[in-house]
């Protein structure tokens, strides 16, 4: 908890009774000289969001925040003293043997009744959040025609659509020069055909193909890959609709425009389908919600992941789905993973994740700490270790009951790690796979980060990032290091915002600056 006085008086957060550091708060940091609320006086001068030592450390003593050693004295360090990366030594990984499986039993949180959002109901009974055509490409190659049909699909036929919301070419590097029948190249291919199938497309799949590509549409979306279920009974239909692909190297294409053509005529079907269907009130327990950080600092485990993993328990607590992810930020807490899982075959699905992506990094020649950026460190974060606690507090407190391996479509509701790398775009495609109908992003450091398939809610770590910038960052939890709202007063704060997103009555700033990042499709398979 803060530490603090009046706003311009040294402000440190310590997150634990053993820690023997905590993080300097103060816009611009403390200079040298100045005295903490205690009466240390600062023998350094310490950046906003860096460690400050509270106690003399020797040599190899452990130094504790979260209250477990994210690092080890690599010489003397005085108290008063500014405490980086350069003067610890990292922690090894915690092995994956011997692990607490499921020992934790959290008490039943009441269920939380009567919210409610205004979504798009689909035939497969998922609930979109908004009402989109995405055009499926089965490889890189079309992405430049299917582009250019997309410009003017949108400033010629979606004009007349009103209740369509855009047009979206699910663009991406993958489809060919690639070894397509190596046993990891199940992850892009799955990923690809699941991002057609998200919530918010509707159930509409259109697919333009070059024609001579390795990954062949019927590949990627083979019979009966496209559920139909009978939202009242439940039960799936047998009804198989015709794949609608645009080949660019079939005869019938003469020039260019021909193949714009061919997809726009394609396109404008989908287009009429999209525009009958309306919003209808649905339960909250439809969202589909995948959690996130990126330019993290030394504030994410501090204020907006500890508000958004208490936001976690409110949607789990109304039935909804949320995803939690990147590997290498989570996997120094596994141990706190096993044991909140609810049953051994969940925390073992973990473990095996876990093992996959050591096995995957050591095959590149790296490990865990590959993870940190400059920006991460110079927001305070030391390693991956200190960055890993608090990346993990976005999962909240709620049992943890499914694990989805990479590119898998979600089929549970509740809590559920989902595999993926740590890469903001490459997680964020991942999840999108999953199924995720609305988005939550926390950052620090500051990305205009968003995606063109689902909207995304940005948090602000501080409230400097906040003002400065105001109209890219949807809510401030910088307020909880300064005393001015608690983790709980912006987990409902971002709970209630969630609720009008997704009724599509409010725009997040990256839905309204158009703000998209690239679907990165992670392909751990040769590249021929």
């Known amino acids: ?37 205690d009466g240390l006086v600062l023998i350094d001068r310490v950046p906003q969001g860096h460690k400050v ?49 499921a020992t934790v039993k959290p008490p039943t949180m009441a269920p939380l009744e009567g919210y409610t959002f205004e979504g798009f109901r689909n035939t497969d009974g998922s609930v979109g959040t908004r009402n989109i055509l995405a055009i499926t490409q089965t490889v890189q190659c079309v992405a430049g025609v299917t582009d250019f049909a997309v410009q003017r699909i949108k400033s ?88 609608d692909v645009v080949c660019l190297q079939d005869d019938a294409h003469v020039g260019f425009m021909s193949m714009v053509d061919s997809i726009m005529r394609q396109a404008e079907q989908h287009l009429q389908r999209l525009n009958a269907r309306r919003r209808e009130t649905v339960s909250a ?11 993290s600092d030394a504030f994410s485990g501090v204020t907006a992941n500890p508000a958004v993993g208490y936001c976690t328990d409110l949607l789990v607590r109304a039935g909804a789905s949320v995803m939690f992810s990147e590997t290498t930020e989570v996997r120094d807490g596994i141990d706190q993973l096993t044991s909140r899982a609810t049953t051994p075959e969940v925390a073992q699905a973990m473990i095996r994740e876990m093992a996959w992506y050591d096995a995957y990094l050591q095959r590149g020649g790296a490990d865990r700490s590959a993870n940190t950026t400059p920006g991460n ?81 940005k948090v602000a770590t501080r409230s400097d990032l906040a003002r400065r910038w105001h109209d890219l960052m949807d809510i401030n939890a910088g307020t909880i290091a300064t005393g001015e709202k608690t983790i709980e007063n912006v987990g409902w704060e971002l709970f209630e915002m969630m609720l009008e997103v997704a009724s599509g009555r409010k725009k997040t700033w990256a839905e309204h600056w158009k703000l998209h990042n690239a679907l990165v499709l992670f392909n751990p398979a040769p590249i021929t």
Not at 412 to 425: E, H, M, N, V
Request: hydrophobic content about 40%.
């Open 156 to 243: 010629e036929l979606l004009p007349r659509f009103p209740n369509v919301d855009d047009v979206v070419a699910l663009e991406h590097g993958y489809g060919c020069g690639v070894a397509i029948d190596a046993p990891d190249a199940i992850i892009p291919i799955r990923t690809l055909r699941n991002i057609s199938l998200n919530p918010n497309f509707g159930g509409e799949v259109m697919v333009v193909s070059l024609g001579c590509e390795k990954l062949q549409p019927e590949r990627l979306l083979p019979p009966g890959s496209i559920p139909l279920i009978d939202v009242r009974s439940g039960t799936s239909l047998n009804t198989e609709t015709p794949l």
């Open 53 to 101: 030592a509270l106690v003399d450390l020797k040599a190899a003593a452990p130094v504790l925040r979260y209250g477990i050693p994210i690092g080890y004295a690599l010489k003397d360090i005085p108290a008063g003293s500014w405490v980086h990366e350069r003067l610890l030594e990292m922690p090894s990984a915690c092995g994956l043997d011997n692990l607490p499986i």
């Open 285 to 295: 327990s439809e969202l589909v919600v995948g959690v996130q950080c990126g330019g």
């Open 1 to 37: 908890m803060p530490t603090s006085t009046p706003s311009t008086d040294p402000i440190i957060i310590r997150m634990h009774e053993r820690d023997n550091v905590a993080i300097v708060a103060n816009d611009g940091g403390l200079p040298l000289g100045a005295r903490l609320p």
């Open 377 to 457: 460190k110079k927001g305070g974060l030391s390693n991956i270790v200190e960055k890993a606690m608090g990346s993990i507090v976005k999962s909240g407190t709620a049992p943890i009951a499914n694990v989805l391996s990479p590119g898998e479509k979600l089929k549970a509701k509740g809590l559920t790690y989902a595999a993926t790398p740590a890469s903001d775009f490459i997680c964020g495609t991942l999840q999108l796979a999953g199924g995720m109908n609305l988005h939550v992003f926390t950052t620090g450091r500051g990305t205009p980060y968003g995606l063109a398939a689902v909207p995304v809610i």
